[in-house]
């Protein structure tokens, strides 16, 4: 009888059961613009946006949106039990930008945004009939910038500065030349003064990394092919004389005529590589 009851008063002290453990989850509301972009969650797709009440664990996630008109946005984030967390905003767009400018038929001219990235400069093993100049390769990373989708032709050139210096005429569409560096940067002042914007040469990391073709990069030794004359220009299909711009094949980007027709002009000095590997 003894032992009956003091086993009756250890039950009162012993749960029948143990109580589960709850977790409530997070909430993700991810409303970034425009809408339909891709929704990826630690690399898994998770939908589309807008995306709301999306439910999650607590713990720490990576949040990428992808949308091929845009640049991607990425962040890495950590969420509590019950917290709601918000995601809003516009995706940089990968529009070239036009502009207006007075004296040129169409009253456009074109830029070709370049989304920033890493890449290896200088003579890599896919290149052909490089210079020594161009090595050691090395790896440069750059933001993302705009670069014109031609060369500055005579038409655009002459509508800003009211003449045309180049030897070769006849075509308005040709390239400009006959140009120092000099004169570039007054060009560039007085395109500043006349479209509000802020134009400048290309330095020549942006040059090269626009004419691989950027984040699109096929890894071509020609600037949107592996056949020369698809995108450039040599001295036999050139005859040695200027051809119009856009007459060949844009590479990656759609930029043309980056492998050949005249030189072109960047903003830094020239100066000898150094090896970043």
Excluded at 167 to 178: A, D, F, H, Q, R
Aim: overall charge negative; some cysteine.
């Amino acid at each position: 009888l003894t032992e009956e009851i003091v086993l009756n008063k250890l039950e009162q002290y012993i749960p029948k059961t143990l109580s589960k453990i709850i977790i409530h989850p997070a909430i993700l509301n991810i409303n970034m613009q425009p809408a339909g972009s891709g929704i990826y969650l630690n690399n898994q797709l998770i939908g589309q946006t807008p995306l709301q009440d999306y439910q999650v664990p607590p713990g720490d996630y990576t949040l990428e949106v992808i949308n091929e008109q845009c640049e991607s946005y990425t962040e890495t984030f950590k969420v509590d039990q019950k917290q709601v967390k918000d995601f809003n905003g516009q995706l940089i767009s990968n529009a070239p930008l036009e502009f207006d400018i007075p004296g040129i038929p169409n009253g456009k001219f074109k830029m070709i945004k370049v989304v920033g990235g890493t890449f290896v400069m200088g003579a890599t093993s896919e290149q052909v009939g490089f210079d020594t100049d161009e090595k050691p390769t090395h790896e440069v990373r750059l933001k993302s910038f705009y670069i014109s989708e031609t060369e500055v032709t005579q038409e655009l050139y002459t509508a800003v500065m009211g003449r045309n210096p180049s030897i070769s005429t006849g075509n308005l569409n040709l390239p400009v030349e006959s140009v120092s560096w000099e004169d570039c940067q007054i060009f560039i002042n007085e395109l500043n003064k006349l479209t509000g914007a802020k134009f400048r040469l290309p330095t020549e990391a942006e040059w090269e990394f626009a004419a691989r073709g950027g984040t699109k990069s096929q890894g071509y030794p020609y600037s949107g092919s592996n056949v020369l004359n698809e995108v450039g220009w040599d001295k036999q299909k050139s005859k040695e004389q200027l051809n119009p711009v856009k007459m060949l094949k844009p590479n990656e980007l759609g930029i043309y005529d980056m492998s050949g027709n005249v030189a072109e002009w960047c903003i830094d000095f020239y100066g000898q590589y150094e090896s970043s590997f």
